[in-house]
């Protein structure tokens, strides 16, 4: 398998709801790739459930979340993330895409 970084840009336009955040936990949870989450000051980890119950209890809908896919299967967790949160989600929007060369041949990357 391929390594990966894409960054996408997520606008809410509803919160999530609890079993959705423990749905997409366990999701990040199986796929072979790390998930981070970022708004403002607020920084969350998908693979602890804690942090990412509190990143999204704090999140500001009317900013947007920056979303960091890092590993294998990024287009499939993206496509799963996609999925379980279609009904809160505005838009969306992928900001960089990195393959595993790119990512090698950098000292230093923008997500």
């Known amino acids: ?22 749905k997409m936990y366990k999701m990040m949870a199986q796929n072979n790739c790390d998930v981070y989450l970022y708004q403002n000051s607020l ?3 998908g693979g602890h459930l804690t942090k990412l119950l509190s990143f ?10 920056l979303m960091i896919i890092d590993g294998e ?6 496509n799963d993330v996609q999925k379980l949160c279609k009904d809160n989600i505005d838009t969306i929007t992928c900001r960089r895409k990195y393959d595993e060369s790119m990512i090698q041949e950098s000292s230093s990357i923008i997500v």
């Open 73 to 78: 299967n990024v287009d499939c967790t993206y």
């Open 56 to 65: 999204f209890l704090f999140v500001d809908l009317d900013e947007p979340i």
């Open 1 to 22: 398998m391929v390594t990966e970084l894409n960054s996408y840009e997520i606008h809410l336009h509803q919160p999530l709801k609890t079993n959705q955040i423990m």
């Open 43 to 45: 920084i969350a980890d």
